[in-house]
């Protein structure tokens, strides 16, 4: 009985320490548990067949040890007991994240997932030390399926919990009938968007302008809570969605005025399943304002467009070229930045911007259209303007040591994004390096949008540096395609194996890009 105890309890403990690392994976994928499931099948294979092999050393240790009745016996035990302790001691050593780019965050949540788990453990463990059969072996051969298990159990806890801040929030923020609140979704260019605007908009008001992509129902909730004073005169809620529905959660808490869809496209297609749900899950943005709202669209010629010509309220239309509200003409794009005459009905005014691309000059034209209607003079805007400094990760510019100039788009690629990435790399001067690990969750497009963004890069640079074999096998046969000079295209696994061998070409002059950065759970 002792040693059957003994041997379950020291199963729980390889997979209480197991679990920490599939809890990090697990938050990583939103808790989801659909999408974790997707990324055991995907990149976490290795880690199962540690645990399936730590199961089968569990099941000899085990049965040996309780069925010795000899010093041979025994000795066996003990050696494959000191195998087992071995394994856990390696798991963590083998599978940590070394410089994770995001390390697991010790929310309630996750506590409230730890207890629960160590508690079944210990439940499980104890009731099999009476079973004279290593039954143990399978709740170590399943270690990456116990995060799911208390996160199932948790599920009610979480729901109430949620439900309590986000009506909390909801009551904070429809108390403050003075503060003008804004809604901002697309498939990219929320965050450069929410950032642009804020930056203008304070040129007049106090404006709440959530931190880095804090897009969620609970992300917002935060804010809200927290953040939120009585100076505040604006409130921009970026929201993010994955799914139908998603969009119309976060206008029942926000409730806004005004509203700006920046784009549509292929991101999250994997949840969304067609470009279709995409469109109507941003439009529940519009639908959810009310009677006297505002809203803004760009004009790409199809999902955009067809927002605006069907949408009721107040509203606008933004374009670079052809049919708009109001426009931008004289454009001048550099490595230092664009400048651009804002026209708008029988009045213009010109504007200066730090950040880079074309595609930047549209999206301040958005928020040019709402600072307008808030009462802002063209004076205003521009100082708004010229003021806007680059977000962090998304065409970032940094004059990096030895007179190589790096422009930081790290954060979540899209093909859109990628496509502009290319166009701002091919105005700058000097030789031009990509680092790339491709783009994810584009669900059955992400071949051929990989296969896309080969060529866009074959068009703008000098050297590519494609990180992970897998992913960007499509980029690398674009490249080709493209006869692009396919010795110059070097393919790694880590981004440190790339930074290490690009240092050695290395020039003054050189332009480097980061084109996305991939999280941790993505790593091949």
Known sequence: MIVSLCTSLAAAVFCYIALFNFCHMFQLESYKPREY????????????????????????????????????GYIAGGVFAAIFAGGCVMFPAKFHVRNAKVPLKY?????????????????????????????????????SVWILLANAVNAPIESMVKRRYFNDAKRRLAARKDIIKIGITGSYGKTSTKFILGTILSEKYNVLVPPSSFNTPMGLTRVIRESMTDAHEVFIAEMGAKNVGDIAELVDLVHPTYGIVTSVGPQHLESFKSIENVAATKYELIEGLPADGH????????????????????????????????????????????????????????????LLGKHNVLNILGCTAIALDLGLSEEQVAAGIAKIQPVEHRLQLIRGAGGVTVIDDAFNSNPAGAKAAMEVLAAFSGRKFVVTPGMIELGEKEVEENGIFGEHIARAADYVYLIGPRHTRPIWEGLARSGFDMSKVFVVKTLAEASAQMGVLLRPGDVVIFENDLPDNYNE
């Open 107 to 143: 929310t309630w949540r996750v506590k409230r997932m730890l207890i629960t788990a160590a508690i079944l453990l210990a439940g499980l463990a104890v009731l099999c030390a009476f079973c004279s059969a290593p039954i143990m072996g399978i709740a170590v051969a399943a270690a």
């Open 37 to 72: 499931t997707k990324w055991l099948g995907e990149f976490g294979v290795s880690r199962v067949i540690y645990t399936v092999g730590m199961a089968v050393i569990y099941i000899v240790m085990s049965t040996l040890l309780v069925t010795a009745h000899s010093a041979v």
């Open 295 to 354: 809203a803004y669209f760009p004009n790409d010629g199809a999902y955009t467009k067809e927002m605006y010509d069907k949408t009721a309220c107040a509203k606008q239309l933004y374009t670079l070229e052809g049919e708009g509200d109001i426009r931008a003409e004289e454009i001048t794009v550099s490595e230092n930045g664009s400048t651009f005459k804002v026209v708008y009905g029988d009045k213009s005014f010109y504007a200066t911007t730090q």
